[in-house]
């Protein structure tokens, strides 16, 4: 296990991407897609009101990512991460 301080972009981004909590990241875990999720979930979005936040991590919670969504600090990085990705436009891809 390794200490992670999320005090800067970079560490909330790396949090983000593999899944892991406020405190430590397991690098033999499987990297999580959370960061994808958030950018489908952002895609073509301005902005968003409180009940559609919560509609989000109700979500992001079924889909695994509890151990960031039920964390006041969690709560924080994803909030982060949509703040400095509003208005952003993320290719995205379907499968056929």
Request: hydrophobic share 35%; net charge positive.
């Amino acid at each position: 296990m390794e200490i992670l301080a999320v005090n800067n972009a970079r560490n909330m981004r790396k949090l983000i991407n593999q899944g892991g909590d406020m405190t430590t990241v397991n690098k033999t875990s499987k990297p999580k897609l959370l960061a994808k999720e958030l950018k489908t979930w952002l895609n073509g979005r301005k902005g968003w009101n409180h009940n559609e936040w919560l509609a989000l991590l109700a979500d992001l919670r079924t889909k695994g990512y509890s151990k960031i969504t039920d964390s006041q600090e969690g709560c924080g990085s994803i909030g982060m991460f949509l703040e400095a990705n509003r208005g952003k436009e993320f290719d995205t891809y379907v499968a056929i």
